[in-house]
């Protein structure tokens, strides 16, 4: 979702993997971004990247602690080193089990006071049997999901009926500063430009998505968060330390020192700050979806209604009167 780093050449995408959704496309090269997350995690203060990772995660276990109920078993899909689960408390989930592709961001996970099982795999194929877990949870990852309508099939087989599935992703305007910068320096310099932002999810997509997958009972919503940094080449360097390079196919292998300038005076021109100061703004998506069990509250049927919406203007003349 995010600007291109990687100094490997671009390649032809592979056809999409056996058992993926017919028609499935495969914009993005999984091993390459499996690469970029090893790399984050073994920094000497992989730490200093992650307040975006921790304030969403902290959002998620805030939406988990909003249900009132304990979850025995629960999953975390694409954890990377553990953002939701040091908001988490065992009195809410008793046991943890983090999922991610990239091992060295589970060996380096920030600890929890919940008991946890950390397992590399792969979030388009959950190596879980169905109806496993009580809760799911997944924080920034799915964006970087090559099959999004079978990774969110998987997270609802493996869930329980009556499990719920809590979960973020980056939107459609994230860093939207950073990409019209960079199109207008390459338009200007190399009279051209090329994708350095990944294809995004229309949060009027997630619900289709979601219930197709199976869930009901569904809540999406957005939510922004702005950051502030000295220049571009700081939010760069940022977006590198979060594991976020772009990772996509059909990506620029390189971008021009000059062009890279061109950007950076361009950003702060159209978008800076009365301190210098330049930002940079993520489009976060909120989803929750429920596994159905029958216990669940179902809609009333359709002309089963005993009052209408005319009823309505009634009832505010009674209380005008009532009033007076």
């Not at 091993?31 to 990247?49: D, F, S, V």
């Not at 940022?238 to 196919?249: A, H, I, P, R, T």
Request: proline share 6%; net charge negative.
């Amino acid at each position: 979702a995010l600007p291109a780093r990687a100094a490997a050449s671009a390649a032809s995408p592979p056809p999409p993997p056996a058992g993926a959704s017919p028609g499935a496309l495969n914009p993005f090269d999984r091993r390459l971004k499996r690469k970029q997350k090893n790399w984050a995690a073994l920094q000497a203060e992989p730490a200093k990247c992650d307040y975006l990772r921790e304030e969403v995660g902290g959002r998620i276990a805030d939406r988990v602690f909003d249900i009132t109920r304990t979850f025995p078993l629960a999953l975390d899909v694409g954890s990377g080193r553990g953002y939701i689960a040091q908001h988490l408390t065992k009195e809410t989930v008793e046991k943890l089990i983090q999922v991610d592709i990239a091992e060295n961001a589970l060996k380096n996970a920030v600890e929890s006071e919940i008991p946890t099982v950390r397992v590399v795999a792969d979030e388009e194929f959950l190596p879980f049997k169905e109806d496993t877990f009580d809760l799911v949870v997944s924080s920034l990852s799915l964006h970087w999901v090559n099959d999004l309508p079978k990774a969110f099939k998987e997270i609802h087989q493996v869930l329980k009926p009556d499990g719920v599935f809590i979960g973020a992703m980056f939107g459609g305007d994230t860093l939207y500063e950073l990409r019209c910068s960079l199109q207008l320096a390459e338009l200007e310099r190399e009279g051209g430009f090329s994708p350095h932002v990944s294809p995004f999810t229309a949060v009027a997509d997630l619900g289709h998505l979601l219930s197709r997958a199976g869930f009901n009972t569904l809540t999406v919503d957005t939510d922004e968060i702005q950051v502030n940094y000295p220049g571009l080449f700081e939010v760069m360097e940022d977006l590198q330390g979060m594991g976020e390079s772009n990772c996509s196919w059909n990506r620029k292998p390189l971008l021009h020192r000059e062009t890279m300038l061109a950007a950076a005076a361009i950003y702060q021109e159209m978008y800076g700050n009365s301190n210098g100061s330049v930002p940079a703004t993520f489009q976060i998506y909120y989803m929750i979806g429920w596994k159905y069990h029958e216990s669940q509250a179902k809609p009333a049927q359709r002309g089963s209604a005993t009052v209408s919406f005319g009823d309505l203007a009634k009832i505010e003349g009674l209380l005008k009167r009532g009033k007076k």
